[in-house]
């Protein structure tokens, strides 16, 4: 005959449960305050006037969500999956937009407000040659062109020289 299992008190039988239900609430904790700071980013950081700029409001369980600045026009920001976490959009910086660091402020449909900077670069990024040529002289530039025509001139005589030749047999 197997042994009986010793019976458990009432009271021990309600600390069992009181643990059990505080896990429980424990481990729901974390999913219960997702929502409860909301975070956003700009990137790029730095732009210059002109740029375009991405915009991301991230925690803040609603679908509507905007964001608004001193550097762009306001924009209406649209989730980016079912669950409405996160909130995109994108924005053009004014071409006349002054220099320096500019508040973004992202607000959430329920009211949640998360302000970040966004630095608005002096002028338009360098293009082109890449800052390549400001650094040599004419009398440098001058060289490389004169090397650059001796070039082409070979060239050209090489070819004609060989058709020259190929013609005359």
């Not at 239900?21 to 305050?33: E, G, K, Y």
């Not at 991301?56 to 026009?73: E, P, V």
């Not at 409405?84 to 053009?92: C, E, H, P």
Request: proline share 7%; glycine share 14%; aromatic share 4%.
């Amino acid at each position: 005959m197997p042994a009986k299992p010793p019976a458990t008190s009432p009271v021990t039988s309600r600390r069992l449960m009181a643990i059990a239900a505080a896990t429980l609430i424990a481990a729901a904790a974390p999913a219960t305050f997702a929502y409860a700071a909301p975070s956003a980013g700009v990137s790029p950081t730095t732009v210059a006037p002109g740029g375009r700029v991405a915009l991301n409001l991230d925690g803040c369980g609603t679908r509507i969500g905007r964001a608004t600045s001193t550097a762009f026009s306001e924009v209406r920001l649209t989730p980016g999956n079912s669950e409405a976490t996160n909130l995109f959009g994108s924005a053009t910086v004014f071409r006349d937009a002054n220099p320096g660091t500019h508040r973004v402020t992202f607000e959430c449909g329920s009211g949640e407000r998360v302000t970040v900077s966004l630095q608005v670069a002096s002028g338009a990024a360098r293009g082109g040659t890449g800052g390549s040529i400001g650094s040599m002289s004419p009398g440098q530039v001058a060289v490389g062109g004169a090397l650059a025509a001796g070039a082409l001139g070979a060239g050209i005589w090489v070819l004609r020289r060989r058709a020259a030749g190929t013609g005359a047999a």
